[in-house]
Antibody, heavy 126, light 111 residues
Framework: QLQLQESGPGLVKPSETLSLTCTVS??????????WGWIRQPPGKGLEWIGS???????YSNPSLKSRLTISLDTSKNQFSLKLTSVTAADTAVYYC??????????????????WGQGALVIVSS | QSVLTQPPSASGTPGQRVTISCSGS????????VTWYQQLPGTAPKLLIF???QRPSGVPDRFSGSKSGTSASLAISGLQSEDEADYYC????????????FGPGTKVTVL
């Protein structure tokens, strides 16, 4: 059974770097079928797409975060990671990692997250 | 700020049909497929509908999705107490260099 588990510091100081890792079990992150991505949700608010990765050459990032964002794969550990630099209080959120599918079917272009981790709360505060 | 529009809330009594709308534009819903996610209180979102109207295995058939032009809808038929949750539509947006856009969410309350 597929499981995704976020891990990383729960508290980050302003201007520092937020780093999270998603450990995947039950599937390989090198699977040709899937992408892997990150989504966040500020407390009491809606969902925001952060970005996704297929391989080291294929990544997509939210333009509003792109200058601060790095998403990478560690195939030896079956993990993928998120690094967000120069954080502020606005980056306080529950961060979810997820597996996603993207491509074309009879209805058109699809892009959706079909399995989610449980989420990790990261608070940005001094 | 989301470029998708959803009503902030919807409600119904058990057994009723509830419909949630998701309004977008020619750069997103009109050209790409719509996904719906359900988020029960205190849990991670769960895939509910993909490719406009497809249900993943395990999702009850009382949930259905549709799309027409720049709008999409999620219908819950035979509303049950366990359907009380937040529902988000989402779609890939071509005009913004491809960010994946979530709607602001609709809170469904079972009266």
């Amino acid at each position: 059974q597929l499981q995704l588990q976020e891990s990383g510091p729960g508290l980050v100081k302003p201007s520092e770097t937020l780093s999270l890792t998603c450990t995947v079990s039950g599937d390989s992150i090198t699977s040709p079928t899937y992408y892997w991505g990150w989504i966040r949700q500020p407390p009491g608010k809606g969902l925001e797409w952060i970005g996704s990765i297929y391989d080291s050459e294929t990544t997509y990032s939210n333009p509003s975060l792109k200058s601060r964002l790095t998403i990478s794969l560690d195939t030896s550990k079956n993990q993928f990671s998120l690094k967000l630099t120069s954080v502020t209080a606005a980056d306080t959120a529950v961060y979810y990692c997820a597996r996603l599918l993207s491509g074309y079917d009879g209805s058109g272009f699809f892009y959706y997250f079909n399995y989610w981790g449980q989420g990790a709360l990261v608070i940005v505060s001094s | 700020q989301s470029v998708l529009t959803q009503p902030p809330s919807a409600s119904g009594t058990p057994g009723q049909r509830v419909t949630i709308s998701c309004s977008g534009s020619s750069s997103d819903i009109a050209t790409n497929t719509v996904t719906w996610y359900q988020q029960l209180p205190g849990t991670a979102p769960k895939l509910l509908i993909f490719s406009n109207n497809q249900r993943p295995s395990g999702v009850p058939d009382r949930f259905s999705g549709s799309k027409s032009g720049t709008s999409a809808s999620l219908a819950i038929s035979g509303l049950q107490s366990e359907d009380e949750a937040d529902y988000y539509c989402a779609v890939w947006n071509d005009s913004l260099n491809g960010p994946y856009i979530f709607g602001p969410g609709t809170k469904v309350t079972v009266l």
